[in-house]
């Protein structure tokens, strides 16, 4: 059996980041991905077959709590769901680690100040080569470096957008993006700026993901090997069940198996719950780590709503994703509880409302859809969803998963909504601007759109009701470790992807120090 210092499970956000930091130490390392390399061909942009036909959409089949099969927005491939996701890398707010009150209950405080965490949010800025701006959003949490890139800019809708929310007073900033954009130089940049980003994977590998910018850089060092199509079954324990001794990989239908001093599980929120519960034995009969009863609960995925807003003058921007507004995160004049994060969402095009609403649009004419994405801004609303036991990742004997899910939030979700609404018609009462022409359509992300998966293994100081300790090792187990975002106490109300890789980077220090 081949023998490794430490074994990543899975290459996502969390996976590899910390591939890329743990490779330079010159340590045995094996990445296991379950996927493969995503293809890189011409259907990386065709709207159609990336929305219509989810032609990169895990075929798993996972259940609701009634029993409803449904098929789950997961991404396997090397770089988990970085490979698709709309590189929004913001930080949690400072107020995020320590206890939030929200209308429906308490957002818990983390084992570990923001400060413990910031040096490796400052770091995974550098590392996924973030633009942005500090000193614009009034919310942002102290920074000990500023962006190592500049914002993207505006394109002329949205800085539009950005002078008339500033005129009413608001306080836009240049949303912090994960694109190797060089505007300075436009001939040599890496990204070409197109509109088919948020949602795809990137045809030109100009998007800050953990395939271009984990993996392939750890692969560079000899010391780690990755194997794909390696799905990970089961982990095994030693007689006392105190560490972990055999990784049990299902590939192209072979059982084989590895070992290795230390082994992390970076498999995403609800995989990663599934593979600790499907490795129950003797000494863990409820699940491996699962003393505590916590796996696969506290499940978060965002109360996010995605909107657009119709305008009379076309909307002619390709790369949407540039402003944010955090004005309603912690509350709002006439409601003392937070709402959430409003950003945009990549350009609304035509073939996706196919995708996202085909019942709606499958009889109607083109030319209406067309002319609805060409006038169309489109934001993204995210409230935040507060941790419950009873949302919770179960696998039967079969290996079902199962998501139980009650929305939580449900309050503030509707109240930033109609907030968004009603700023959009005091914009209206601008000559300038077209918002007054607006009409909304708006989609309810069912638990389907669980892009923004969390917890399932949070980490804390009492093992009574966590899973993980502040390194994020498994309180049971002296060599499992758990860097996906599973290991989030609470999930904010901001992308959760800038906080996997930072405490990637975190845990990475703390494994390297352990292994030296
Ligand atoms: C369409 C979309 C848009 C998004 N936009 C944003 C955004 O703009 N900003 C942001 O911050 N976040 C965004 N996200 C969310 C972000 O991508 C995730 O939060 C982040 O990737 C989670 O990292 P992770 O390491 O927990 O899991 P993942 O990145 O999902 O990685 C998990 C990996 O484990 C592998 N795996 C699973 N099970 C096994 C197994 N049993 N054996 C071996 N390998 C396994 C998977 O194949 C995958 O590679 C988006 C997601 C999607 C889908
Ligand atoms: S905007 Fe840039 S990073 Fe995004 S898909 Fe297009 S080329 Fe790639």
Known sequence: ????????????????????????????????????????????????????????????????????????????????????????????????????????????????????????????????QVHGARGEDPTEPPASAPYPHPPVSHEPRIQQLADDLAAAGHHPFHAPCGIMLDESNPAFSACIRCANCDGFPCLVHAKSDAEVLGVRPALEHQNVTLLTGANVTRLETNDAGTSVTEVVVDRDGSEERFTADVVVVSCGAANSAKLLLQSANDRHPHGLANGSDQVGRNYMFHDSTAVLALSREENETAYQKTLGLNDFYFGADDFGYPLGNVQMVGKSQAAMFRGERPRETRLAPEWTLERMARHAIDFWLSTEDLPRPDNRVTVDRDGNLTLTYTETNAEAKKRLYTKVKSLLGKLDMNPDHLIHRFAYMKNDIPIAGCAHQAGTCRFGTDEVTSVLDTDCKAHELDNLYVVDTSFFPSIGAVNPALTAMANALRVGDHLLARLN
């Not at 099969?69 to 698709?84: C, D, E, I, R, S």
């Open 1 to 128: 059996m081949d023998s490794y210092d430490v074994i990543v499970i899975g290459t996502g956000a969390g996976g590899g980041t910390l591939a890329r930091h743990l490779a330079p130490s010159g340590k045995r390392i094996l990445l296991l991905e379950r996927g493969g390399w995503l293809p890189r061909e011409l259907d990386n942009w065709l709207t159609e077959s990336v929305f219509v036909d989810n032609r990169y959409v895990s075929p798993d089949t996972w259940y609701d709590k009634d029993g409803t099969a449904f098929q789950p927005g997961v991404h396997y491939y090397v770089g988990g769901a970085t490979k698709l996701y709309g590189a929004a890398l913001y930080r949690l707010r400072e107020e995020d680690f320590g206890e939030l009150s929200h209308q429906d209950g308490i957002s818990p405080t983390w084992p570990i100040p923001y400060d413990e965490l910031e040096p490796y949010y400052t770091l995974a800025e550098q590392l996924y």
